[in-house]
T-cell receptor
Framework: EAQVTQNPRYLITVTGKKLTVTCSQNMNHEYMSWYRQDPGLGLRQIYY???????DKGDVPEGYKVSRKEKRNFPLILESPSPNQTSLYFC??????????FGQGTRLTVV | AQSVTQLDSQVPVFEEAPVELRCNYSSSVSVYLFWYVQYPNQGLQLLLK??????LVKGINGFEAEFNKSQTSFHLRKPSVHISDTAEYFC???????????????FGAGTRLAVHP
């Protein structure tokens, strides 16, 4: 089954404690992206990757890092989380000009 | 810059009634248009898309949308809703020339559809 898998689904952490949210896709997609969803703002792009070892900032990259060492994986790293990063995060993947597939989401709370 | 405006943050409707969720966009280039649905505690699922061609697009679950270039709108409609249509609906645009990569999506704020018995 074609899917984008994110882990964990739910995470509560404390300010400053580094965390990683994993994202994996099994469709051999070149393009992967991270979004955050906040009430009244919709989804906003954090980072994206056009292929292995090719990443770039989206609209709201501050406080986040990513890596793309393998085509299927695109982890999101928060080196020092802060409460304003409390949000619902989605990973998405697609091929050129094709529809995006989304993961189930990761609800992060930073206290 | 590109932007998407969903004109209603919440739409309450009774079961079996028709519904329209409104979406307007702003862009200096012709865009691709999408509607996604998000059921509670789930990811986003594509309802329908407009890339080119016929301006009336049919999607899954009985939804359809009409692209109106002169009004820069892409409203979503369903002639008769069910309780199971209760969800949040997102309108989005994309274009290969957008910064953020060729498949970047720009989303509206979302419309919460609540279907009541």
């Amino acid at each position: 089954e074609a899917q984008v898998t994110q882990n964990p689904r739910y995470l509560i952490t404390v300010t400053g404690k580094k965390l990683t949210v994993t994202c994996s896709q099994n469709m051999n997609h070149e393009y992967m992206s991270w979004y955050r969803q906040d009430p009244g703002l919709g989804l906003r792009q954090i980072y994206y990757s056009m292929n292995v070892e090719v990443t770039d900032k989206g609209d709201v990259p501050e406080g986040y890092k990513v890596s793309r060492k393998e085509k299927r994986n695109f982890p999101l790293i928060l080196e020092s989380p802060s409460p304003n990063q409390t949000s619902l995060y989605f990973c998405a993947s697609s091929n050129l000009g094709d529809v995006a597939f989304f993961g189930q989401g990761t609800r992060l709370t930073v206290v | 810059a590109q932007s998407v405006t969903q004109l209603d943050s919440q739409v309450p409707v009774f079961e079996e009634a028709p519904v329209e969720l409104r979406c307007n966009y702003s862009s200096s280039v012709s865009v691709y248009l999408f509607w996604y649905v998000q059921y509670p505690n789930q990811g986003l699922q594509l309802l329908l898309k407009y890339l080119s061609g016929s301006t009336l697009v049919k999607g899954i679950n009985g939804f359809e949308a009409e692209f109106n270039k002169s009004q820069t709108s892409f409203h979503l409609r369903k002639p008769s809703v069910h309780i199971s249509d209760t969800a949040e609906y997102f309108c989005a645009v994309s274009h290969p020339l957008f910064s953020g990569g060729y498949n970047k999506l720009i989303f509206g704020a979302g419309t919460r559809l609540a279907v009541h018995p």
